[in-house]
Structure formats: C-alpha cells, structure tokens
C-alpha cells in the first residue's frame, strides 16, 4: 500500500488533475494507493476571502462564490462523460446550496464562530475528493470516496485539531481492510467527538496523507507537489536552490518548521513513529526522484542540509537587573505564554540573565506582552524588570543540518556572511540538537541575507 497525496498546486486546473489520474493510474499498476487530495488550487483562500467577506456584511462575497461554483463546474466538465455528470453535477448542486446558505447565514449575523468557518473550509476537500474520485471512475478505475471528517477525530481545537491517533487508527484500518479500491481522501479536514468539523492547519492535507500512511502501515508516503522536492532554500526566493536527494525525518521537522512550505510540519511525527518513508515528488516532473525523507538522511559530505526562514515573526525582550540570579523566571515566563495560547518559536538568553527574548507570530504579541504584563506586575513596579518590549518587523532565518553536529566553523560562516553584508543580528539560537543555527534579523534583509548564505554554503568554490 503507498499513499499518495496531491496538493491543491497539482489539481488547479483540469490539465493538472488529467496528469494526475495517470500518475494515479500507474501507480495503481504495482499496488494498492490511497490518493490524499487537497482543494483545487486557490479555493481555500477563496473561502476564507468569502467568509471575511460575507463576515463583514459586505455582498461580494457572493462574487467569489459565484466563480468558486463554475471553476468546480469546469472540473467536472472537462473530466466526466456527459451521462456521469448529470448525476455528479446534481450531488455537487447539494453541497454549494448549502454553503451558499451557510455563507448567507454569516452574512445576516455578520459573525463566524470557529465550527462555522471549519466547515465552510472543508467544502473545499470535500467537493475537489468527490470530482477526483467521480474523474478516476470515468478514465477506468474502481475509486471511492472518503469524507476524513468521519474518520480523523481530533479534539475542539477547530483550525489547528489534535488527532486522536487511537481512535483514528482503528476507523481507518477498519475502512480499508473492507474496502480495497483506490480511495480518494479529503486532505485537512476532520471532526471533534461533537461531530463537528475541524481541520488540522492550513497546509494540513500532507498530515492527513501521513495519518492514514501510518494507520496503513504504507510502504511510502508521497507528498506530490509543484517543485523537484525539499530544495536547499525556497526556489522563489534563491533562484539557484537544488533539490535534496535525501534527509532524515528530523531535518525535514526543522526545514518545515523554520517556514519550508513544501511539507505541513506534523507531517513528520507519524512517518517517523512508524517508519515509513515520505517522498516529496514534482507533479510536474513525475520522473525527477524529488527528496526522500527517513531515518537514514544524506551521505555525511554535506555540511548543511538547507536554509529556511519564518518570514514574519515579533520579538518579545524581557529585560532589568533585578532579572540576574532569581530562580524560575523563565518558567513564570513560558507558563504565562501557554496560559495566553501563545506559540513560542525560539528562546534565546543571555547567560547573564539580565534578558531574555523570544519569538511569537506577530499576531499573537500584544497578548504575550499583557500575559508578561499581569505575571510581572510586581517586578515592573519595584523595577526589578524594568521593560517588556516588542519588536516588530523580524523573521528568522535558519541554518538546518543533521551534519553540523560533526563540523565546526558553520556558525562563523554564517556570522562572517552577515559581517559582509553589513546586516544587523538581534538575536541568535542554535538548537540544542546542534541541528540548527537560527537568526533574528530584520525582514528587510531577509532574502540578501539567505541568498547570500546559499551562495556561501553550497557555491562550489567555496
Ligand atoms: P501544495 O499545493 O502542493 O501543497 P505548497 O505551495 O504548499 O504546495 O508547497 C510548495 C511550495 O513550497 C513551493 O512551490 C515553494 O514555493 C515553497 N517552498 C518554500 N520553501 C521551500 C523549499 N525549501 N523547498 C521547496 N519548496 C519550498
Ligand atoms: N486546502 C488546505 C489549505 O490550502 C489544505 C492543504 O492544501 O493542504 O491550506
Ligand atoms: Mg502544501
């Protein structure tokens, strides 16, 4: 059994999806697959642009919907014999009645509660899996439909779900053992205990290809997408990037954490657990081996994996004399942040104590910043802290290889280069599994400084 998942770049217009049902098609040729889908290229934006839309009582959200209607029409179309699409048509009729419904409901209240918008989202996976699965029956195949939302269970996290993995498991084995035909799976999407619906994040179709890859015991899970792979940095912004023939499960946690789109950042844990490899394959280049990730990685000749960078991050400074020796501050600190809900995504203090700073997502500042407020009360006022400060307009960027544990030099590269340029660090970590050197710079810098640490490691020259 392989899995194979399509992201919505793959399946934007019917050309693509074509493509698609052949590589479906020859795969089935050496087994039993399981396709993933995502939405059509660009819908899940256009639902959230129509929730936001219609949330603010404005009726151009009925605009989008319109033209969100005919391009499924146009799949449909282009895919399906006239005789199979008076019947799928009649179906996909039912479900964008009732999200033209649900959409009104939002435009009348001028509100979204979190169960609203999830569902409104899963229409997008919902009728992409339904017409993919209709398309592949036409061009000869036995397919089916799955609804993930009556398989994934995850808790009442609406936009970002933690999946009960026990639960989940046994829905899916259970499906499968009695159904043995291609099964065509709606990516992102799930449900709570309630029966409501849920997703796992955006970008959160690679996941579920990973959830059921585990469940399944599949020999390979492949994330098929728009470029050769996991490149060395992202091609839109270093030209020169190549494609990394292969890397462990824990260098592509890092790549995607630190803003490598190219795979959903839990996608990782589930492939690793049950080692299962996860190949990330070019749609558009089907014959190009793309990047295998597992437990193994690249030979020990190179000495850095990739670079990635956060593009948008908040710095939260926490700063005063009275911060030198006393005990359990950074506790206080990170309790104060999980209690707020707000993510931390890299920690560094000076060894002297006297500050310390973090980064947040943007969004979530001003709320660290009151949650540090009422936990400091006390310090601020005696002067033991004597400032909370956000600063704006940073990213990160990221040095990421397995192979730097064993070479010494990389972070005086990487410091030399930002030397040159003349760029300004506000702050520096390197993770603890010496897999990562991270800096905070400004986002004005950001593409110099990564195009420049590209040309610096990978050059041949150098
Ligand atoms: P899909 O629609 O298949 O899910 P995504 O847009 O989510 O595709 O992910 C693919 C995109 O990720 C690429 O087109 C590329 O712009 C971006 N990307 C960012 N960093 C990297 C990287 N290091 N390697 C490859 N792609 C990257
Ligand atoms: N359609 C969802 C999104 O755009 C999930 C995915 O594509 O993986 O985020
Ligand atoms: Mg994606």
Request: aromatic letters at 6%; hydrophobic letters at 40%; proline letters at 3%.
């Amino acid at each position: 059994m392989k899995v194979m998942k399509f992201g919505g770049s793959s399946i934007a217009t019917p050309e693509r999806l074509q493509s698609v049902l052949k590589l479906i098609q020859s795969a089935e040729q050496d087994g039993q697959v399981a396709v993933v889908v995502s939405a059509f290229g660009g819908i899940t934006d256009q639902l959230i642009r129509m929730i936001d839309l219609a949330g603010q009582g404005d009726d151009a959200y009925y605009i989008d919907f319109r033209t969100f209607v005919d391009r499924h029409e146009e799949m449909i179309k282009a895919l399906t014999s006239e005789k199979r699409q008076l019947e799928l048509q009649k179906s996909i009729n039912k479900y964008t009645s009732r999200l033209s419904e649900i959409l009104r409901g939002v435009y009348l209240v001028r509100h979204v509660a979190p169960k609203t918008y999830n569902q409104i989202l899963s229409y997008g996976e919902r009728l992409s899996a339904r017409i993919i699965s209709e398309s592949l029956m036409e061009a000869g195949s036995k397919a089916g439909f799955v609804d993930a939302r009556h398989f994934v269970l995850t808790d009442d996290n609406y936009g970002a779900g933690v999946v009960d993995f026990k639960v989940t498991t046994e829905n899916i084995q259970k499906h499968f053992q009695a159904n043995t035909s291609t099964q065509i799976i709606t990516g992102f999407i799930a449900s709570n205990r309630g029966g409501e619906t849920t997703t796992l994040g955006r970008s959160g179709s690679d996941y579920t290809a990973a959830i059921f890859g585990a469940a399944l015991g599949a020999s390979e899970i492949e994330i098929w997408t728009d470029v050769n792979g996991i490149l060395s940095a992202n091609p839109r912004e270093v030209p020169e990037a190549h494609s990394i023939p292969a890397m462990t499960y824990e260098d592509a946690m890092e790549m995607s954490h630190f803003g490598a789109k190219v795979i959903f950042p839990p996608t990782i844990q589930p492939a690793m657990q049950a080692d299962i490899p996860i190949r990330i394959k070019n749609t558009f280049n089907p014959d190009f081996p793309g990047t295998l990730i597992d437990k193994v990685g690249q030979d020990k000749e190179t000495r850095i994996t990739g670079i990635s960078s956060m593009d948008a991050i908040s710095l939260i400074r926490i700063q005063g004399s009275g911060m030198i020796g006393k005990t359990g501050l950074t506790g206080r600190i990170f309790m104060a942040m999980a209690k707020a809900d707000v993510g931390v995504m890299l920690i560094s203090l000076a060894s002297s104590e006297h500050s310390i700073c973090f980064a947040v997502d943007p969004e979530g500042a001003p709320a660290a910043k009151a949650a540090l407020e009422e936990e400091f009360q006390f310090e601020l006022q005696v002067q033991g802290i004597a400032k909370i400060l956000i600063e704006d307009n940073l990213c990160i960027v990221a040095v990421v290889g397995e192979n730097m544990r064993h070479t010494p030099g990389i972070s005086g590269k990487v410091f030399g280069a930002l030397g040159d340029l003349g760029v300004n660090v506000v702050a520096i970590a390197q993770g603890s599994s010496e897999r990562n050197i991270s800096i905070v710079i400004s986002r004005d810098d950001e593409v110099q400084v990564k195009q420049e640490l590209h040309k610096r490691f990978f050059s041949d020259t150098e």
